[in-house]
Every structure is written in C-alpha cells, then in structure tokens.
C-alpha cells in the first residue's frame, strides 16, 4: 500500500480489488415474493448523486454548523463521515410526558411561522378576537385579546429558538453514541448489522416495487448473498434493509452513491454533508489537492447557510432531473469478474428505468448489459472526474 492509503484497513473495498467469491444460494423465491424488479449492478459508476442528499429535510447539520461551528462538529462527529456513515443510531429516549410538552413547545414556537399549519391554527383565533374588538372600537380589547397574546408568542418564540433548540443541538452531540446497529464504513469496507461487520462486497442491491391502491413505491434493498452466514439468532433474520426509496432512477442514484462513499480508490461522494469532512480522507484530499474537484473548498456550506428555501428546491429540481436523465440502464456489472454465474443470475433492464415503473400501463423495451472487463488500469483518473451532470447551479 502507498503512504495515501495507509489510513484504510487491508479489508477496505474497491471495486477494482473485488476477491474471488462463491455464488450465493438460490434466492429467487424470495426476491419474488418481494416484488423484485432487478438487481442493480456493481460499479460502472456514472456519478450523480441522489437528489435526497441535498433536501433540506436532510440538512439538519446546517443548524448544527451554525451553532456549534466546524470545530464541535469534526470533533463530536456525525451520523456522515470521512470514516462511516451511521443509518442508525442510538438516543437517550425522552419520556412521553417530555416528548408531548417538547412537540407542544415546538408549535408554539412555530406560531409566527405562516408556512408553518399548526402556526396557523394557533395564531388565526386571537386574529379574529383582535378584529372583532378593533371594529367595535374597543382598543383595550383589542390589546388584551390580540396584542397581549401576539407579544407572548413572538417572546416565546424568540426564547425557545435562540435558547431551547439551541441546548437541545448540544444533547443531540452529547446523547448520541454512534454505534453499529447498521453503518457502512470506508475505512475497513465493512457493513454493520446489529453491531456485527460484514463485507461491504457480500451485499447485492435490488430494486423493489411497493403497489398500493393509491401509487407505486420503489425500494434500493440490500440483501445478504450468503444469509446462513449471517443469519441473526437474536432478530431471526438476515441482513436485510432499505437504503434508498422513490423513482427507479433514484433508487440507482443511491446505489451509484454509496458504492463511491465505500470504494477508497474514489473520492467521497460530492454531498453537502460530506463536504466539510473531505480534508481528512486520503483518497479525497489528494483528489481536491490536484483541483479535480472543480468548485471551491467551502461551496455547499456557504450555499446553504446562505441560501433559501426556494433555492435550495430549485437546486433539488434540477438535481432530480439530471438523476431521471442519467445512463443507467445497459451497464455491465463488475461483480461478475468475482463470482464465477452471477452474470446468469440477472436479467436484461429495462431501458427507460422510471418508464418501467408504469409497466402496466405500457410495454417497456429492455436491453441487455454487456460483460464485465477486467480494469487492467485503476490508477485511471478518468474514472475520478466527476460528471458534468453532478454540477450544481451556482448563486449568482
């Protein structure tokens, strides 16, 4: 190994490294019975992430970073980082009492925000006591029935954002024990199970369908090739979970995401929530020190500590487009170079992938995936560059 990849463990994966495997047991019954559409190919990274990972409602480490600063943050560590990404973690549970008096105090607080439904039913009875007042000219009415009350929620408001949310980010540092109940970690390629490791390369990811009476649900499911290998006395099952959801081509985006966060001859993946850890991974740092990177240091956290609502969805927008546009289908899967018949194990795709998600209303072509090549050159740089699809807008 070279002095750059001296901080990952010999077991670390690479899709350019992948060890001789046998073939798995037969599992058709099961993925069928699971809605199993496909099994989504290893390696052929085409370098989009998924659009999730730039959602607000998953950049709760912005308020983090606004409170706490960079230093709190690289020092208690987060759910994502150079090291592990933790789907599941352990918290110190509130009681119920605790947990309702929490969630009535997060209304309220709430109360001025109009974006906010429950911000709304609270403030619009005292709109209506003050107006009824105010047209029959009773101005102590009015200050006792709308005034009085509006200052009350607005000082509430004010303490409970700047004083109480800001302690409950501390306990969220303090609380939280990041263990192993199901992490995937670049530093050794291990996936772990209920505290137990496993090969990242021993996971197969299939996409499944959900039909409701209402919609379509689609599912990135990993399952275990080698379940009487792992299977868990405790939970009476083996490894088995979802790490991704929605359109086809998201569940592919997902995939296409986790296998560069795993694989150490690629830098992490270029996501918000990565960004300030990319310093510390040797892979990453030697790849931002050549400026391949090709956006500044610092671009997703001034962009979102500075930007809005609106831009941050308009960001997602286009983000979910070049996702649905991305070559997905028709890619050859490097596993095949590793287990002697996994080629026979999967099918042709289809050749729209979210077309293939309305399948009853319509007749999807399929392609077939051409065979694996053996990488006779993995120090290639050309396979680092990111896509000019992954560019994000900028601010202008």
């Known amino acids: 190994m070279t002095d750059e990849m001296t901080h990952y463990a010999d077991t670390a994966y690479s899709v350019d490294w992948l060890p001789p495997q046998p073939p798995g047991p037969d599992q058709s019954k099961k993925l069928k019975k699971e809605m199993t559409i496909a099994r989504v190919p290893w390696g052929s990274y085409?370098?989009?992430?998924?659009?999730?990972?730039?959602?607000?409602?998953?950049?709760?480490?912005?308020?983090?970073?606004?409170?706490?600063?960079?230093?709190?943050?690289?020092?208690?560590?987060?759910?994502?980082?150079?090291?592990?990404?933790?789907?599941?973690?352990?918290?110190?549970?509130?009681?119920?009492?605790?947990?309702?008096?929490?969630?009535?105090?997060?209304?309220?607080?709430?109360?001025?925000?109009?974006?906010?439904?429950?911000?709304?039913?609270?403030?619009?009875?005292f709109a209506f006591f003050g107006l009824f007042f105010l047209l029959k000219l009773d101005f102590y009415g009015f200050f006792k029935s709308f005034?009085?009350?509006?200052?009350?929620?607005?000082?509430?408001?004010?303490?409970?954002?700047?004083?109480?949310?800001?302690?409950?980010?501390?306990?969220?540092?303090?609380?939280?024990?990041?263990?192993?109940?199901?992490?995937?970690?670049?530093?050794?390629?291990?996936?772990?199970?209920?505290?137990?490791?496993?090969?990242?390369?021993?996971?197969?990811?299939?996409?499944?369908?959900?039909?409701?009476?209402?919609?379509?649900?689609h599912y990135l499911v990993l399952h275990h090739r080698y379940p009487e290998k792992s299977y868990d006395e405790t939970l009476k099952v083996s490894p088995s979970f979802t790490v991704g959801s929605g359109f086809p081509s998201e569940c592919y985006a997902s995939w296409d995401t986790l296998q560069r966060y795993m694989d150490v001859n690629q830098p992490l993946p270029d996501i918000p929530v990565l960004e300030m850890f990319r310093h510390r991974d040797p892979t990453t740092r030697a790849y931002d020190a050549a400026g391949k990177r090709g956006r500044p240091e610092r671009y997703w956290r001034d962009f979102y500590l500075n930007a809005s609502q609106e831009e941050i969805e308009k960001l997602c927008e286009e983000q979910a487009r070049k996702v649905r546009s991305a070559p997905w289908s028709g890619r050859p899967d490097a596993m095949e170079l590793s287990i002697q018949g996994y080629r026979n194990q999967r099918?042709?795709?289809?050749?729209?992938?979210?077309?293939?998600?309305?399948?009853?209303?319509s007749t999807p072509?399929?392609?077939?995936?051409?065979?694996?090549?053996?990488?006779?050159?993995?120090?290639?740089d050309a396979s680092n560059e990111p896509s000019e699809n992954d560019e994000p807008p900028r601010k202008s």
Not at 57 to 76: D, I, M, P, Q, T
Not at 77 to 103: D, L
Not at 157 to 174: A, I, N
Not at 189 to 201: I, R
């Open 347 to 361: 099918t042709a795709e289809p050749k729209d992938i979210d077309r293939f998600s309305t399948f009853l209303r």
């Open 147 to 217: 005034l009085v009350p509006l200052a009350f929620f607005y000082a509430f408001h004010v303490y409970y954002v700047r004083v109480v949310e800001r302690k409950d980010l501390t306990r969220y540092f303090e609380d939280n024990e990041w263990r192993d109940r199901l992490s995937f970690s670049r530093v050794d390629g291990m996936l772990y199970f209920n505290y137990k490791p496993y090969p990242f390369h021993e996971f197969d990811a299939y996409l499944q369908r959900e039909v409701s009476q209402y919609n379509t649900t």
């Open 46 to 125: 085409v370098g989009i992430n998924a659009t999730k990972y730039f959602k607000s409602s998953n950049a709760y480490w912005v308020e983090l970073l606004r409170y706490h600063g960079e230093k709190a943050f690289l020092k208690n560590g987060f759910y994502y980082s150079e090291k592990k990404i933790n789907i599941s973690s352990s918290k110190k549970k509130k009681s119920g009492f605790s947990n309702r008096m929490e969630r009535f105090a997060t209304a309220l607080s709430r109360a001025l925000n109009f974006k906010d439904n429950v911000g709304k039913v609270l403030i619009i009875p």
């Open 365 to 380: 072509e399929f392609v077939d995936h051409p065979e694996a090549q053996k990488n006779t050159d993995s120090s290639d």
